[in-house]
Nanobody, 118 residues
Framework: QVRLIESGGGLVQAGGSLSLSCTPS????????MGWFRRAPGKEREFVAA????????YYTRSVKGRFTASRDSAKNTVYLQMNNLQPDDTAVYYC???????????WGQGIEVTVSS
């Protein structure tokens, strides 16, 4: 069974930085893209950032552009999210997502908390 192992969350003051990482464990699979979603208290889950495995294209939701950077280590099938200039609105549970290149659905991590104090 594939599991996505997330790490790096925590508590930070506004203006600070955190880095998240996500690594799959279990049976190997071909990755099309990996990225991050988040769910803030009382809100729906939303897309944050993603990176394609074939050409390193990155995608970001508007509110994090210029502050967050998605990157990857293809040898480890690991995706990272560097989050700079964090703001209280970034407070959420962040979920890692992996989209398969072949048939089959996405994989999701358990979620990791990021709390930004003002």
């Amino acid at each position: 069974q594939v599991r996505l192992i997330e790490s790096g969350g925590g508590l930070v003051q506004a203006g600070g930085s955190l880095s998240l990482s996500c690594t799959p464990s279990g049976p190997a699979f071909d990755v099309k893209a990996m990225g991050w979603f988040r769910r803030a208290p009382g809100k729906e889950r939303e897309f944050v950032a993603a990176i394609r495995w074939d050409d390193d294209s990155t995608y970001y939701t508007r509110s994090v552009k210029g502050r967050f950077t998605a990157s990857r280590d293809s040898a480890k099938n690991t995706v990272y999210l560097q989050m700079n200039n964090l703001q209280p609105d970034d407070t959420a549970v962040y979920y890692c997502n992996a989209a398969q290149a072949g048939p089959g659905g996405d994989y999701w991590g358990q979620g990791i908390e990021v709390t930004v104090s003002s």
